[in-house]
């Protein structure tokens, strides 16, 4: 179990990133729905995989894309965050942090519901 939770924990980190990194290069007008909407998936993926404690899942995606966006502004590269501040790129760690609890507690929701109505599998 605790190989599983890392091998778990290493790819909400990874997914956090990608979306971080997606978020950065971002140039339309969709580009912030499109994050939510990646954070919402990435964690509900591992809310599914191990909906026990859901909440841990929400860490790793969530803060990976603070983390791209305090690293971009570190290394001069300028996006589309405005103020071009680190406390700007900090707000964005509640908002991922959210978006990502939403996703992983569905994620859980939608195992458990997959237990009850099919306790033998698909």
């Keep these: 179990m605790r190989n599983h939770s890392s091998v778990l924990w290493t790819a909400g980190g990874l997914l ?3 979306v971080g990194l997606q978020d950065a290069r971002s140039v339309s007008d969709d580009g ?4 939510l909407l ?5 964690a509900g993926v591992l809310g599914f995989a191990e909906p026990h404690k859901a909440w841990r899942w929400a860490i790793p995606v969530g803060l990976g894309l603070s983390v791209v966006h305090i690293a971009a502004r570190a290394l001069g590269y300028h996006d589309h965050i405005q103020p ?13 942090l959210l978006a990502a609890l939403a996703g992983a507690y569905c994620g859980a929701l939608l195992a ?11």
């Design 38 to 42: 990646l954070l919402v998936v990435s």
């Design 16 to 18: 956090g990133l990608l």
């Design 32 to 35: 912030a729905l499109v994050t």
């Design 112 to 122: 458990g519901l997959r237990r009850r109505f099919f306790p033998r599998g698909l």
């Design 84 to 96: 071009d501040t680190y406390a700007a790129r900090l707000l964005l760690a509640p908002v991922g």
